[in-house]
């Protein structure tokens, strides 16, 4: 049995009960606080540690809430406790509430960052006929009029990306105008809020936009039509409100942000206002928007050939299929493989991967490295690729790795495609290439190779379907139930000596490794990429033998992988 102490019929019981009982007496009796929760009452929703405002409730109203509250699974604490997730008051300001706690011994009452969350007892009171947390609304939210004062106070973001911590849950992920809080460490919590709003019936899910997704949309578009200072603006204002510490519920928050602009700021109003913008739902609609998406989502189709394509009349990847002629090998492939390579990378196919990548370099070269590099080395459960930087700490050995790495994947039928590229760093002669801004400086010269696995023809144990082989483009049939999945893999090989400014570049994301070479270009006088960083004034290049003293040499404080999100 769930529930020790079992109430029927719920929960109009419990509104009858809430109503029945006294608001506040004169001179009420003091309670005995009750035994902690875990001893009495299982604990259903541990992310949520629940504290009820005594004043104006009155002790005997607290004590039976806090009762009706246990019975239903949820955790109640004393104010002073640092587990406290959210507060509710019952006729209380949000000022009020603040003080109320500052004189319980809570020292951390940040309502900027809304940890924890203020709430009236609507919120309560919904929750508990629901069973579970309900996700908060605003109008489940106190009032707290420090908010403003508090946020200029408190909240000095950085303008570079690099100089910001953005992890991968963030505070103004999913939410909108229905604004809920993220208690900074309870991604579990936020993840199971996530769980509850994609339960939400359809009609509510189309209001749901996030202004991050909003932004990204426009930036988007921006890139679609060519537009790159318009797209980074864009890029960059979802990268600042992924870093915030706390959910944005008023337009006013953005005011002293970095790197907002007048256009982003409307975006975002529209969002927290109508829960959606109309001017990005225009551009989603958009049947060049949505042509120009199905292409570039083509493994080597970018933004020009989307572009031609499109002006050419073709509409769908049917289309496409039509022109077959028009299309290169990689993007025949890619065409091929379409859904494959538009289904995201889990992480144990990345490990899998990973398994026969290290059992290959081991092969040609023992004694190398590879490590995963990309969005799972930060973290992500997912990626559209999977990235990996392999190195030999003797210089020069990893010289003509990657070619035999290649063709022993290809022997064991591992590889559906491949194109490499060999190292091209030796011909780079004019060091003031180095500091210039051009876009021959910021290319990796690294030998390189862009594939597309097969994986489930994994040789040996790490072959997921039994008898699986590898498909030729005669028997491969979309649709067809099999048991391999076409996976896209980068491998990039660097000498010793560049690894740590390689695994740098190559950890990204690409917003963090965009703001770090502005940084240091525009900061330091300092030219940074995947290879090196070359000191503008003195001419000098700078080693490191780990990116810590490469974020040292910049004068940055170190950000692990996990906190690059940006
Ligand atoms: P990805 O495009 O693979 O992005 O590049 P990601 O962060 O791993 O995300 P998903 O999950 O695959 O979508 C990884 C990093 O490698 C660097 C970029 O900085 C990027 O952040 N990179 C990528 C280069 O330096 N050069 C390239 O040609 C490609
Ligand atoms: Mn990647």
Redesign the pocket.
Known sequence: MNHPVQILDWPCSIKLAMMQLPVKKKHPRRQEPGPPASLEFCVHFPEVVLCLVEKRMGASRKAFLTTLARQRGFCVEDANSERVTHVVSEGNSGDEVVEWLKKKGRHYIDAVADCPALLNISWFTESMSAERPVPIEPRHYLLVTAHAEELEAKCQVAPYACQRRTLLLHSNQALVNKGTECHPGFHHFYLTLLLCLEKQPDTHKKSRRSMEDALQTMAEEAHFNGSEARSLAFSRAASVLKSLPWTVKRVQELHSLPCIGEHSRRIVQEVLEDGASAEVERVQHSERYQAMKLFTKIFGVGVKTASRWYQEGLRTLADLQVHHAKLSKEQQVGLLHYDDLNTPVERSEAEAIGQVVREAVEQCLPGASVTL????R?G?P????V?FLVTHPTEGQEVGLLSKVISWLDKQGCLLYYSSHRNTFLDLEDLELWSSSSSASMM?RFERCFSIFCLGCLPGALQRGAGAQKPSTATWSPGASRSWKAVRV?LVVSPYSQFPFALL??????N??RDLRRFSKHEKKMALN?HTLYHVEQKIFLTAASEEEIFQLLGLEYIPPEERNA
């Open positions: 590099t990309g969005g799972f930060r992500k997912t990626g559209h690729d990235d990796d980068d570049g190559w950890t990204g994301s690409r963090f490794e995947s």
